[in-house]
């Protein structure tokens, strides 16, 4: 039983026909090719498919697709412009806070979203708030030094 | 940060080079396993069992056949049918006796008998992962359910199920290393032995990333390409065309492309990655299987388990005479490729650690149960051998009130080479200079006024120390296979110079986060004066690279980077030809320097690239003497293992109202010889403390004794560690003492981390809750191990309280 749905992907206009039962997350990765979001568990504990929804960073497996009707979602792929990385994607590198990368769609999604919520904040805010994030190569230690990084970053950002 | 200075500032090793692989990682650009998708692409789903151990009555799959978008269904005894031999073990280990170990059939899908929760039952391929788990649900399997097995202490006791008829009492080996009679010696004579019940316990590695397969048969030459998230391309083809599918290697092209991780479980040859290959000629179409989280707790190579009875024989002044170990590994249902490894060759032969024990005996008896079967994982033998040296250690100073620091001062090796009694040649180190570091950096003077401040506030503060050394740069292929190993553990590496002065260079060893695509690049660009925007490493290919034996064991800096040095040399020495040509002059005239070729005290020089050029536009060229091209490869064998080692010191703070414990400062101060990029460096051992420190406190994979189900079954069980459950760390990589024996002085850093972090946490929680009487802790010390383990130290003291006389 098919379903219509409309939404903005990355600040272009999507419309598809998706079963009910299609996860967000397989609707980007299988529908639209958008494989920078990746699945990493079955308990939306990992992360690893975290996008923002209107806004707000979400686990895009613990959402149906056609619960994004009407929305407008945000990637990993979305948030370099012109080839330019983000302020945060650039402090994840300047920190070595990625090593196999597989987290790192996530981790930067929800770095940013906190980052909107907490422009201040501070290592301890990281630590518990990326408790929806798991890295298992990190230590998490580079991570943390890349978020605040980032919030300083996005803060002098024009 | 405190790497080494570079002497020369436009030098590239030593540089704490940005990573070239992170674009396209940052932006969603990495291409990883599951994101291939071919076309006329299928899917498969494997039906796993429920039980931990049953007969296999029949299997029914004449409805599923008939479920809509089946392609096919395949089962064991499909299998069994057209000959396709078992996963191999890659290690043979023979008993005390001789005799070689046990080594019961592997099958990629079970045939009569399934061995464990998870195992292989049968293979649907359906045009959607959907569909495929629909049809499954129509597949009756008439199962006939036995007891099971799975705990290791007792799986090789009389009377317990046996998970193999070719292993009787459950038994895979009877190991013995060292001088059993000199050691029995050594207790006889020793005025004090303190004896330690170790469990190590079974973790799972739990990569982020899950394992994946994409395999597809190409008609057109009957050949097989084949992704899968691994760690060792050649590896894997070797073990599958020639030991389970008998194919021409040729015929198998293996691609790991961007693997999310690793940590050991993605080194084996596994049933998923046969079967897709074998079943993708059988339905002529790609086929691709994806692990699903719950699906990866039960079927990758699980870590650790071992049990054992450590004893330590001193003199009066706490000199280590002799130490004996007894272990019981858990093999789990069947061999992994390097089971049986993990507990001999690389647990046993670490048991001096840094000390000058003189004489030491390890037995190690290995055993099937009917669990996920146990591989290397994250510094595979080393970080259990270590366990247990610096537990017993910190135990043995508190028993005999001597510092802890201080006992192990008594002991260190202070010269170099050592020959340690358990068949190893430590080449270099300093293994007091890192102490008295790594003291230092703990601020171990200030400690005791911190635990008075802890005091006050109603905590206990606790101080616990870990001297590691570790054996990596897996390894001399002649002593792996004087010591069992059915493989060579040399590298391969091939340096391609393009016309234009580029360079590819192709690597056996394999990136799943290491940051080879840059660590890699700064060794050719310091070498041949090439931009590293202009080198490129390639890997994970088969099709392109030469045999190598791939990324674990650290070895990839040690043995990987020296093959790129040995093609390095190749390559100077025949671009100086090529140079010497164009100048006219004679090879042995000619400097290379800085990408600059000269004549030796004039000023006539070419660049790298005008060379490069040449070679490839031979004009002229003395064709008898000097062939066109630039481009050459080496295989590098190591003499030696490399030897990392390192002190660390965790300070614990302990509530003793609820157990928890609070890691206050964790100082980590290694030595790998010389360092190649200081920051990737750093980020190995981050990742190893963490993943330390998760085996310290968080994690434990159980198993229920009746049943033998897996308890620990996804992340709403398993504790991974958060974010909020580790500390910053205090990490440094001391100047070090370069590796003697290859051409980089490198020793490896990527299991560091994880080997010499959990005995720290453990001594540190231990040294907090002393006070009460506790003077042993199992890991993991969750809080309620910890609050369980202060009150049963109370209710002892009360005990005895009560039972002195008035």
Known sequence: MALSISLTVNGKAVTATVEPHILLVQFLREELGLTGTHVGCDTAQCGACTVHLDGRAIKSCNILAVQADGSSVTTIEGMAKDGELHPMQAAFKECHGLQCGFCTPGMVMSA???????PDLTEADVREQLDGNLCRCTGYHNIVKAVVQGAQAMKAAP | M???????THRMIGAAVRRKEDYRFLTGNGQYTDDVVLPRQTYAVFLRSPYAHAKIRSIDIAAAKEAPGVVAIFTGADMAGENVGGLPCGWLIHNIDGKPMNEPPHPVIAHTKVRHVGDQVALIIAESVKEAKDAIDLIEVDYDVLPAVVDTATAADPGQPQVHDEAPNNLCYTWGHGDKAATDAAFAKAAHVTTLDIVNQRLVPNAIEPRAVN???SKSDDSYTVYVANQNPHVERLLMAAFVLSLPESKLRIIAPDVGGGFGSKIYLYAEDVALTWASKKVRRPIKWTCERSEAFLTDAHGRDHVTKAELAMDADGKFLGLRVHTTANMGAYLSTFATAIPTILYATLLAGQYATPAIYAEVKAVFTNTVPVDAYRGAGRPEATYVLERIVETAAREMNIDPAELRRRNFIRSWPYTTPVGLTYDSGDYSGLLDR????????????????SKKNGKL???????YIEACGLAPSNLAGALGARAGLFEAGEIRVHPTGSVTVFTGSHSHGQGHETTFAQVVADRLGVSMDNIEIVHGDTGRIPFGMGTYGSRSIAVGGSAIMKALDKIEEKAKKIAAHLLEASAEDIEFKDGIFRVAGT???????EVSLAAYVPHNFPLD??????????FYDPSNFTYPSGAYLCEVEVDPDTGETRIQKFTAVDDFGNIVNPMIVEGQVHGGIGQGIGQAMLERAVYDNESGQLMSGSFMDYAMPHASDLPNFDVETSKGTPCVH????????GEAGAIGSPPAVINAIIDALSPLGVTDLQMPATPHRVWVAMHAAADASAARGASTPA
């Open chain 1, 112 to 118: 940013t979203s906190l980052v909107a919520q907490k």
């Open chain 2, 438 to 453: 790594a003291m230092q950096l703990a601020d171990v003077e200030g400690f005791p006024a911190r635990r008075e401040e």
């Open chain 2, 625 to 634: 003497k000097l062939e066109p091209g630039l481009n050459e490869n080496a």
């Open chain 2, 2 to 8: 405190n790497a080494p200075e570079t002497p020369d």
């Open chain 2, 461 to 467: 503060r606790g101080l616990g120390y870990s001297c």
């Open chain 2, 603 to 609: 000023d006539r020089t070419k660049a790298f690239a």
């Open chain 2, 215 to 217: 395999a597809s048969y």
């Open chain 2, 742 to 749: 290859n051409p980089l002085g490198v020793k490896g850093c």
